[in-house]
């Protein structure tokens, strides 16, 4: 059974920094791709961040730049360090972790089938 549990989040000025860690556990055969969602009020979830275990990593356009996901594995610990934040950014952040078909978007939630709880980031301006 996969378990992740996220931690890290916080009330941060615009231009402040936040590093998100999600403590995992339970790893499979069915879980190649780990990342990272965000969920503002009234829109849908969308990754914000994706790597996979070779450690190649996915960003959409609007955190390139910004956002940096990593793993450190002796640890067990997925970490998710945002930088010049934004007001926009504000959201629940979530872990996830699944599988993805080769060629397909990483950041899109139907690929992934273990979630965490999630930590509140908000952004004052």
């Known amino acids: 059974q996969v378990q992740l ?3 890290g989040g916080g ?3 615009a231009g402040g920094s936040l590093r998100l860690s999600c403590a995992t556990s339970g790893y499979t055969y069915t879980t190649d791709l780990m990342g ?3 969920q503002a009020p009234g829109k849908e979830r969308e990754g914000v961040a994706a790597r996979d ?3 190649r990593i996915a960003y959409p356009d609007s955190v390139k730049g910004r956002f940096t996901i990593s793993k450190d594995n002796a640890k ?3 970490y998710l360090q945002m930088n010049s934040l934004k007001p926009e950014d504000t959201a629940m ?3 996830a972790a699944g599988r993805v078909p080769v060629g397909s978007n990483w950041l899109l939630k139907k690929w992934y ?3 965490g709880q999630g ?3 908000t952004v004052s301006s």
């Open 119 to 121: 930590t509140q980031v």
């Open 76 to 78: 067990n610990t997925l």
């Open 113 to 115: 089938n273990h979630w």
């Open 36 to 38: 990272w969602f965000r």
């Open 11 to 13: 009330s941060v000025q």
């Open 93 to 95: 952040y979530y872990c």
């Open 5 to 7: 549990v996220e931690s």
């Open 53 to 55: 275990m070779a450690g």
